[in-house]
């Protein structure tokens, strides 16, 4: 049988920060609150989140019966705004946790078929699968919900990143389930959104949040939110720079995920020049969903004079 302490020692062997185990089953309640969400239309043009086969793992591994879900943490400098160049948000920097979690992962299932000499038992995912990543890391005891809707971890706060894999095996979940709200009275993320995109505690809609914006969308950005930006010209950081959860605790010394390895922090016309003379400066960060293309769009929003 495998141990809890087994598959520990494997994922931070290989680079994960923390690790919990869970059923693979998702709760009624998150099924519900995913559906509101959905028929609220608070997903805006993500039309890949219509997909409901995320609330059903059983119909993405065929016999699933255990989650491990695995964390990344990756808190970097906050930056502060300036006239001249766009802020990078912190997940962004350095190389793509995609490509990162999905290397892990690839290892953590060969090891997990030596080990049993069993073939086909996982199936693993980070962001892309139709998994509701945040309700299984909840259900595994790794943290809690946040108002601004990520994950809080326990130790690490919400500077996280999630993936994980559905397994036919029977794990044994060692983790109590911690799903308390741990945000008591505060409302710092609400009150901080720039553009009012937590409506309610929890709740993100998607077509306010600067993070669809700047990283998602193919639409041209709104005078509202263009105006709204107090930065940015990928990603947004607001909601977990001002969580007490996050405050005083150090840089992620995960090489991978350093400014250094990717990217930067951000971006000023000289660097956007430089990137679109060479664009393959690009791959390999997460930055190269939006392209050098989408890149400088944003860029004209920022209207610094520079740019
Ligand atoms: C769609 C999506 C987005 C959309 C929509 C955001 C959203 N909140 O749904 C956009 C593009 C806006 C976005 C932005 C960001 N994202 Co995103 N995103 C996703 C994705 C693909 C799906 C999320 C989802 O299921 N949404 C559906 C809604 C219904 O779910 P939800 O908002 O989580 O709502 C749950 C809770 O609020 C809870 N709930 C509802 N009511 C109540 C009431 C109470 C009392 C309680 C306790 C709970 C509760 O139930 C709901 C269902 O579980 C996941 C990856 C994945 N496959 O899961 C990444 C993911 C959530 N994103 C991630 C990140 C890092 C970001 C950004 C920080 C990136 C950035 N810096 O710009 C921002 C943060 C914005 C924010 N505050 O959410 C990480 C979060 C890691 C973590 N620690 O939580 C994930 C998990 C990707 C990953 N693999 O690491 N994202
Ligand atoms: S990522 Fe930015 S815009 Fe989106 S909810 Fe958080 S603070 Fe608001
Ligand atoms: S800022 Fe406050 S309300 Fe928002 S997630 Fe953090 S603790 Fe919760």
């Not at 509701?132 to 946040?146: P, R, T």
């Not at 947004?236 to 010394?253: E, L, T, Y």
């Amino acid at each position: 049988m495998l141990l809890f302490d087994e598959i520990k020692e494997k994922a931070l062997e290989l680079g994960f920060d923390d690790v919990g185990v869970t059923k693979a089953q998702i709760p009624q309640t998150d099924i519900k609150a995913y559906q509101d969400w959905l028929s609220q239309q608070r997903n805006a043009d993500l039309t890949y989140m219509e997909n409901q086969i995320r609330c059903y793992p059983d119909q993405i591994l065929p016999g699933a019966k255990t989650a491990i879900i695995f964390v990344s943490y990756y808190k970097q400098e906050k930056i502060e705004f300036s006239k001249t160049a766009g802020v990078v948000a912190s997940y962004a920097r350095g190389r793509d946790y995609h490509h990162v979690h999905r290397k892990r992962v690839k290892k953590f299932i060969s090891w997990l078929e030596a080990k049993t000499s069993l073939k086909d038992i996982a199936k693993g995912f980070s962001d892309s699968t139709p998994v509701m990543e945040k309700a299984l890391a909840v259900q595994a005891g790794l943290g809690w919900f946040g108002k601004n809707s990520l994950l809080i971890h326990r130790r690490f706060g919400t500077f996280t990143l999630l993936a994980g894999l559905f397994t036919t095996l029977d794990i044994p979940n060692p983790v109590m389930n911690l799903s308390l709200p741990r945000c008591g009275t505060c409302n710092r993320c609400i009150e901080a959104c720039p553009t009012q995109a937590i409506i309610a505690p929890y709740i993100v809609n998607a077509s306010l949040c600067l993070s669809y914006h700047l990283i998602e969308s193919k639409n041209e950005i709104s005078e509202s939110i263009q105006k709204q930006n107090p930065g940015y010209i990928f990603g947004c950081d607001i909601c977990q720079d001002v969580c007490p959860h996050n405050i005083r605790k150090p840089v992620s010394d995960t090489q991978d995920f350093s400014p250094e390895s990717g990217i930067g922090s951000s971006i000023d016309s000289l660097r956007l020049e430089e990137l679109e003379i060479n664009p393959e400066k690009l791959f390999g960060t997460p930055l190269q969903r939006r392209k050098i293309q989408g890149l400088k769009k944003t860029a004209k929003t920022l209207s610094f004079s520079n740019f």
